[in-house]
């Protein structure tokens, strides 16, 4: 069976680069226009096929959860008030995926909240989308890499290519073009010198993996910034089995960054229709043109 029913979404950092508005709400909550990042998130996952959310978290992340959940106050106000559209939305959000909460009781890196998700996800091949990293595209980027995990029945990484002065930011993969998107993988290295690094395709947080990653990931010590990295378990599951990065389609937005999230808050208030002409108005008011 390779069908891809569950995505794990790592949500359990402390979202430093944010402070101080992540001192009492979870970055993930902090919306792109009126969407809050998460949000955008699952719903990527979802036009993927994918219904089971496993949402890895810590403390003071219950307002994600509840997100998801119905407000049955807030819908019984906007019922009797008559406004059906905005009833529409918020029934919309509580609908829209089964939410399954695990706790990352400490904070131990990215490998190590993957691997808290293992007895939700079983012995099945699953997705795993980060909340910073918003990706815009016509495919939902999740599904190009589902398409790849079912026809090739191999664990798929997104990749982008990123110039020689950012590599030292991202996991990059190396390996033997496989086709114009596709890479055969044989080398992953966790933010390298630029010097060290085996190509410039970087992985900003897009993966389908076989269950065999949780065998990795227990094997896997701590490596850069002490935490149990999850590009040094795929490392691990390159020399077991077939690793495959792809080059997906889409337009990448790094939400985690202060300068990267106004990017793409403008990028996606321009693209709705309602907001577009007065955003273009207060631009020019800003830049004085
Ligand atoms: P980051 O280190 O980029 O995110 O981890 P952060 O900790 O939230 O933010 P900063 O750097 O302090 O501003 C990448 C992803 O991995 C998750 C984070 O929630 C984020 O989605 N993560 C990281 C965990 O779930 N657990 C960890 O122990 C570390």
Redesign the pocket.
């Known amino acids: 069976m390779n069908k891809i029913r569950k995505a794990v979404?790592?949500?359990?950092?402390?979202?430093?680069?944010?402070?101080p508005a992540?001192k009492a709400i979870p970055?993930?909550m902090i919306p792109i226009v009126d969407i809050p990042m998460i949000q955008h998130i699952v719903e990527e996952a979802v036009r993927a096929g994918i219904d089971d959310i496993v949402l890895?978290?810590?403390r003071h992340k219950e307002p994600i959860e509840n997100h998801f959940d119905y407000n049955y106050e807030l819908d019984d106000i906007l019922e009797k008030k008559g406004k059906k559209d905005l009833l529409d939305v918020s029934k919309a959000v509580g609908g829209m995926c089964n939410l399954i909460a695990i706790r990352?009781k400490?904070?131990?890196?990215?490998g190590?909240?993957v691997l808290?998700a293992e007895s939700a996800v079983g012995n099945e091949p699953f997705a795993v989308l980060?909340?910073?990293d918003l990706i815009d595209s016509e495919v939902p980027c999740t599904k190009q890499l589902v398409d790849i995990y079912e026809k090739e029945n191999a664990s798929v990484v997104g990749v982008m290519e990123v110039p020689a002065s950012e590599v030292s930011k991202y996991g990059i993969v190396g390996g033997m073009m496989l086709g114009p998107r596709l890479m055969e993988v044989d080398r992953l290295v966790e933010k390298p010198a630029s010097k060290d690094a085996p190509s410039r395709f970087a992985i900003p947080?897009r993966y389908v993996l076989s269950p065999s990653i949780f065998k990795c990931l227990r094997e896997t010590k701590p490596g850069k910034g002490g935490?149990?990295q999850l590009t040094d378990a795929l490392q691990l599951l390159a020399g077991r089995e077939r690793l495959l990065a792809y080059q997906f389609e889409g337009v990448r937005y790094d939400t985690?960054d202060r300068l990267g999230f106004i990017d793409a808050t403008l990028a996606y208030a321009l693209k709705r229709p309602e907001l577009a002409d007065g955003v273009r108005a207060v631009m020019r008011k800003h830049l004085g043109s």
Do not use: M, N, S, Y
């Open positions: 979404i790592p949500a359990a950092g402390l979202g430093t680069r944010f402070l992540t970055k993930e890895v978290t810590a990352q400490h904070p131990l890196g990215l190590h909240a808290c980060l909340g910073d947080g935490e149990i985690g």
